[in-house]
């Protein structure tokens, strides 16, 4: 999944942060319903057909997968008991839980595996998600709470693109009822059953026959679509919310002395770099992009561009995700081992080029701190932000590497899956990956990296997959292919009424356990 740089965070002083809020009603009393204030439009609730985080995490309140994810974004059963895999890491066989059904009465089984898998790798469904799906080759109902699922090659990811939000299972009588309309109309195993659904707010309400004893302990959850960022917060200092996300980072150390509200952070998983072109001079050379990232003070970044909540990259994955290795750590900021490097590249004066990035505030921001850094270097940079519609024309469809007018390319990214191989391949898996198939706007072919990249996919031993993995990050490190800059922490409010409910790693939020006090 491409991951845009988020929304702008605009915010009021605290002082002005409650008015203008007439008519505003307390949050609901312990034991009944938990309201949660996001930052953008809840696009749709059929996560076969979701590219944003926000949506998804709408859906994961009523829909699972036979894997997903806990708190830490470590990998766990959910639907499934367990699987085997065969050593080539081409067949996969589910053991299903036994004994769950869906919220409108049909039960969880092998067949509603597959009904729900094969609608979504359908081609003719034109769903955003299928690319998820095009490894299965197809799928058997060995039995009841049997499943197997054989792919076309080998792919050692597979477990954790299954525990993708994209995976999570439809009832087969919704899917058969309500057709292209499901995702108006959900119907999952979750905590939580579908109410009712506008374009700003979703209702879901406690699923009575829910699978885990004790579970939800929450008579509903309220999601609503909440854009202007000082509203966000007054709702969640009047109690009208119990939980906010984002925070925005401008007021989230003004709120830590809060009776009422709690600040929360934890670490993302999403990273932020400057692509380089490694196919257009002066970036194939090797000693430039290295200089580019001498040229950067990333704590500077991190502490100008994100107040604080943000930390310098120390390899091209981040911190928590799977298969991560240190590489001791971030590139210094040296300026004169960047200027040093130049000109032994032939570039004592330095030279000029042009970085690309999103138009909204914290990214043209981010790009600005850039520009300045790499004119202390002789590095002159124009900024040109680029709406949504431009990027997809200028970055995203180009058809041949050798037409890409990209050079410098700032954008963030956070693998959804999980693991290494979602956090490498799209972004760095050569040729393969080039636009438009993938995201690699750096054009970056290395024949060592494709062949880790290949070892880790042809296996399900974890040992070997790490191991390959480990060697690619040490490569790219050296490398360069990106400047490496910063990876997010992720900020939220909520109540301190309630309890339960965790940001993801990947910015999703799991809600299942939430709890009003």
Same mark, same amino acid.
């Not at 934890?266 to 692509?275: D, M």
């Not at 963030?412 to 290494?420: F, H, I, L, R, Y």
């Not at 296996?459 to 360069?480: L, N």
């Given at each position: 999944?491409?991951?845009?740089?988020?929304?702008?965070?605009?915010?009021?002083? $605290?002082?002005?942060?409650?008015?203008?809020?007439?008519?505003?009603?307390?949050?609901?009393?312990?034991?009944?319903? =938990?309201?949660?204030?996001?930052?953008?439009?809840?696009?749709?609730?059929?996560?076969?057909?979701?590219?944003?985080?926000?949506?998804? &995490?709408?859906?994961?309140?009523?829909?699972?997968?036979?894997?997903?994810?806990?708190?830490?974004?470590?990998?766990?059963?959910?639907?499934?008991?367990?699987?085997?895999?065969?050593?080539?890491? &081409?067949?996969?066989?589910?053991?299903?839980?036994?004994?769950?059904?869906?919220?409108?009465?049909?039960?969880?089984?092998?067949? +509603?595996?597959?009904?729900?898998?094969?609608? +979504?790798?359908?081609?003719?469904?034109?769903?955003?998600?299928?690319?998820?799906?095009? #490894?299965?080759?197809?799928?058997?109902?060995?039995?009841?709470?049997?499943?197997?699922? =054989? $792919?076309?090659?080998?792919?050692?990811?597979?477990?954790?693109?299954?525990?993708?939000?994209?995976?999570?299972? /439809?009832?087969?009588?919704?899917?058969?009822?309500? !057709?292209?309309?499901?995702?108006?109309?959900?119907?999952?195993?979750?905590?939580? /059953?579908?109410?009712?659904?506008?374009?700003?707010?979703?209702?879901?309400?406690?699923?009575?026959? *829910?699978?885990?004893?004790?579970?939800?302990?929450?008579?509903?959850?309220?999601?609503?679509?909440?854009?202007?960022?000082?509203?966000?917060?007054?709702?969640?200092?009047?109690?009208?919310?119990?939980?906010?996300?984002?925070?925005?980072?401008?007021?989230?150390?003004?709120?830590?002395?809060?009776?009422?509200?709690?600040? =929360?952070?934890?670490?993302?998983?999403?990273?932020? *770099?400057?692509?380089?072109?490694? /196919?257009?001079?002066?970036?194939?050379?090797?000693?430039?992009? #290295?200089?580019?990232?001498?040229?950067?003070?990333?704590?500077?970044?991190?502490?100008?561009?994100?107040? !604080?909540?943000?930390?310098?990259?120390?390899?091209?994955?981040?911190?928590?995700?799977? !298969?991560?290795?240190?590489? !001791?750590?971030?590139?210094?900021?040296?300026?004169?081992?960047?200027?040093?490097?130049?000109?032994?590249?032939?570039?004592?004066?330095?030279?000029?080029?042009? $970085?690309?990035?999103?138009?909204?505030?914290?990214?043209?921001?981010?790009?600005?701190?850039?520009?300045?850094?790499?004119? #202390?270097?002789?590095?002159?940079?124009?900024?040109?932000?680029?709406?949504?519609? =431009?990027?997809?024309?200028?970055?995203?469809?180009?058809?041949?590497?050798?037409?890409?007018?990209?050079?410098?390319?700032?954008?963030?990214?956070?693998?959804?899956?999980?693991?290494?191989?979602?956090?490498?391949?799209?972004?760095?898996?050569?040729?393969?990956?080039?636009?438009?198939?993938?995201?690699?706007?750096? *054009?970056?072919?290395?024949?060592?990296?494709?062949?880790?990249?290949? &070892?880790?996919?042809?296996?399900?031993?974890?040992?070997?997959?790490?191991?390959?993995?480990?060697?690619? #990050?040490?490569?790219?490190?050296?490398? +360069?292919?990106?400047?490496?800059?910063?990876?997010?922490?992720?900020?939220?409010?909520?109540?301190?009424?309630?309890?339960?409910?965790?940001?993801?790693?990947?910015?999703?939020? $799991? &809600?299942?356990?939430?709890?009003?006090?």
């Amino acid at each position: 999944m491409r991951s845009v740089p988020r929304r702008p965070i605009l915010a009021l002083p $605290l002082a002005a942060l409650t008015l203008g809020l007439g008519g505003v009603r307390p949050a609901h009393a312990a034991g009944g319903t =938990v309201t949660i204030a996001l930052a953008a439009n809840i696009l749709g609730l059929d996560p076969a057909d979701l590219n944003d985080n926000l949506s998804m &995490t709408c859906t994961r309140t009523m829909l699972q997968g036979l894997y997903g994810f806990d708190k830490d974004m470590k990998l766990i059963p959910v639907l499934a008991e367990s699987y085997d895999a065969n050593p080539a890491a &081409t067949e996969f066989t589910f053991h299903l839980r036994k004994g769950v059904s869906f919220s409108d009465g049909a039960p969880f089984n092998a067949a +509603a595996v597959k009904i729900s898998f094969d609608r +979504a790798r359908d081609p003719a469904n034109h769903l955003k998600r299928a690319s998820l799906f095009v #490894q299965i080759d197809h799928i058997d109902v060995v039995n009841d709470l049997t499943v197997k699922i =054989v $792919l076309k090659e080998p792919f050692g990811s597979f477990i954790n693109q299954a525990a993708h939000a994209a995976y999570a299972i /439809m009832s087969p009588k919704a899917i058969a009822t309500y !057709g292209k309309d499901v995702d108006r109309n959900p119907s999952g195993t979750g905590p939580f /059953m579908f109410k009712s659904f506008t374009a700003d707010t979703l209702q879901v309400v406690k699923n009575p026959n *829910y699978w885990k004893p004790g579970l939800p302990k929450v008579d509903g959850i309220t999601l609503r679509s909440v854009p202007e960022s000082g509203t966000r917060i007054a709702m969640l200092q009047t109690g009208e919310a119990h939980f906010v996300y984002p925070l925005p980072v401008e007021l989230a150390k003004s709120l830590e002395s809060s009776s009422t509200v709690d600040v =929360v952070t934890a670490q993302s998983i999403f990273v932020r *770099y400057v692509a380089l072109n490694n /196919m257009k001079k002066p970036f194939t050379d090797v000693r430039v992009r #290295q200089a580019l990232n001498y040229a950067v003070d990333k704590q500077a970044m991190a502490r100008v561009v994100y107040n !604080g909540y943000a930390i310098p990259l120390d390899s091209a994955l981040p911190k928590g995700l799977s !298969g991560y290795v240190s590489q !001791g750590a971030a590139w210094p900021f040296d300026i004169a081992k960047a200027k040093a490097l130049l000109a032994e590249a032939g570039y004592p004066t330095g030279f000029k080029s042009t $970085l690309w990035g999103g138009n909204d505030s914290l990214t043209q921001k981010a790009m600005q701190f850039l520009q300045q850094q790499f004119a #202390q270097v002789g590095v002159q940079v124009e900024v040109e932000p680029l709406e949504a519609g =431009v990027a997809a024309a200028k970055i995203w469809s180009v058809q041949k590497p050798e037409e890409a007018t990209t050079l410098m390319h700032y954008v963030g990214w956070s693998s959804s899956t999980g693991d290494a191989d979602w956090g490498m391949r799209p972004l760095l898996g050569g040729a393969d990956a080039f636009p438009p198939k993938l995201f690699d706007t750096a *054009y970056y072919d290395s024949p060592a990296v494709d062949a880790d990249i290949a &070892t880790g996919l042809s296996t399900a031993d974890p040992a070997k997959r790490m191991a390959a993995y480990k060697h690619a #990050q040490e490569v790219i490190w050296k490398d +360069a292919p990106w400047v490496f800059m910063v990876s997010d922490i992720n900020v939220s409010g909520k109540s301190k009424k309630l309890r339960g409910i965790y940001v993801m790693p990947d910015t999703q939020i $799991l &809600t299942e356990e939430a709890e009003l006090t």
